[in-house]
Nanobody, 121 residues
Framework: QVELVESGGGLVQPGGSLRLSCVASGSIFRVNAMGWYRQAPGKERELVATITSGGFTDYADSVKGRFTISRDNDKNTVYLQMNSLKPEDTAVYYC???????????????WGQGTQVTVSS
């Protein structure tokens, strides 16, 4: 089993910054891609950013130039640096990881429980 735990959410004013962290733990053989998603009330969960084990990144158009995803492979941790935050960034942010528990098995996506980010004056 893989457990993902997010941290770093909170209340911030427009234009402010937050740094989210997510650590994957458990009997993990290998972690492939990791990513961040978010979901606002009444809306579908949407992709924010992803990063491969090799460090290649992808971002939603709405956050390009403002958010940066990074990871520490040795610690199985993924980060999301969020700058120039806007009220529309308000959502529950979830991390995920494509991971294998043992050799010879298919990888699958594991999800964290989410951390609230609120951008408001």
């Amino acid at each position: 089993q893989v457990e993902l735990v997010e941290s770093g959410g909170g209340l911030v004013q427009p234009g402010g910054s937050l740094r989210l962290s997510c650590v994957a733990s458990g009997s993990i053989f290998r972690v492939n891609a990791m990513g961040w998603y978010r979901q606002a009330p009444g809306k579908e969960r949407e992709l924010v950013a992803t990063i491969t084990s090799g460090g290649f990144t992808d971002y939603a158009d709405s956050v390009k130039g403002r958010f940066t995803i990074s990871r520490d492979n040795d610690k199985n941790t993924v980060y999301l640096q969020m700058n120039s935050l806007k009220p529309e960034d308000t959502a529950v942010y979830y991390c995920n990881a494509d991971a294998l528990l043992s050799w010879g098995t298919r990888s699958r996506l594991y999800w964290g429980q989410g951390t609230q980010v609120t951008v408001s004056s």
